[in-house]
């Protein structure tokens, strides 16, 4: 991408990630475009549509999906079903199918280099311990493997290699976006950050609180690090700051609150960009 161009990061955050239609549907109707599109884990997925369909259409093609059947799948079973499935895999509750199918139902069989808009999403490679960026090859390969949560998914094996959840090494790609020559940059987080964190109080919040810190200190020092003449803006969630809760982390598979998350998320946006006035008639 050229110097002065625009870029949207999408950052991670599991079913958060629905804030991210909101956002798009907000920006869209406020005439903006990118010129690149950086992601990461759920914000690769979203951000692979953006890159892929006409722009007109994103947000409603991505909030079907994340209202359809498919999604439900992606981390259906019960307890037992879960137990089950880590038992035979050794490294996962869940298969990697349903995603993998999900993705190829929206973007097919293309390459990275060949969308229209050009895409980049992270994920950690094991072998290495290295941030790795997708840049060419199957759309539907690069996503699997920047959203493989650990734990949850199994890593996702390219050409010889292992890859876990880019939110393992860089959860909000700000930085990603400004070496890439980025000159306006809108960011796309799904609002954790902005959730004060605690001490752990329960044997799991240990591992969580941990991670919160690791992937705040990137953004904050990518954010920290953008030089003067770059413009950013970092679109509002509409979910105000409510208190950082573990609990919520565990309930990865909850669904239902995607369409609140998507109009909250749009009405912020809007607002933010100036689409429409604070008594809520159109600018």
Not at 48 to 70: F, H, I, K, M, N
Not at 173 to 202: H, I, K, S, T, Y
Request: net charge positive.
């Amino acid at each position: 991408m050229g110097t002065g161009g625009t870029a949207f990061v999408l950052g991670g955050g599991g079913v958060l990630g629905a804030v991210q239609i909101g956002m798009l549907r907000a920006l869209v109707e406020a005439g903006i475009r990118p010129d690149l599109v950086v992601g990461t884990s759920v914000g690769a997925l979203n951000g692979a549509v953006l890159a892929a369909l006409p722009a007109a259409e994103v947000a409603d093609r991505l909030e079907l999906a994340w209202r359809s059947p498919g999604a439900r799948e992606l981390f259906a079973g019960g307890g037992v079903a879960r137990l089950r499935h880590f038992a035979s895999s050794g490294v996962a509750a869940h298969s990697p199918a349903p995603l993998r199918r999900m993705i190829g139902e929206i973007v097919g069989e293309r390459r990275i280099e060949d969308l229209p808009v050009p895409f980049t999403c992270c994920a950690a490679r094991i072998e290495d311990a290295a941030e790795h960026w997708f840049d060419r090859g199957p759309v539907v390969d690069a996503v699997l493997a920047s959203a493989a949560v650990p734990g949850l998914l199994p890593p996702a094996e390219i050409d010889g290699r292992h890859y876990l959840d880019g939110g393992l090494v860089n959860s909000i790609p700000l930085g990603r976006a400004v070496e890439l020559g980025a000159r306006r940059v809108f960011v796309l987080q799904v609002g954790r950050v902005d959730q004060p964190l605690r001490p752990p109080r329960r044997p799991w919040e240990v591992a969580m609180v941990a991670f919160e810190i690791a992937r705040r200190h990137r953004y904050a020092r990518d954010l920290a690090a953008v030089p003067p003449d770059v413009e950013v803006h970092v679109l509002p969630t509409g979910g105000g700051t409510p208190r950082w809760d573990s609990r919520a982390a565990l309930r990865y598979r909850a669904t239902g609150a995607t369409g609140h998350r998507v109009a909250a998320a749009y009405q912020a946006s809007a607002k933010y960009l100036g689409i429409y006035s604070d008594d809520g008639s159109r600018a």
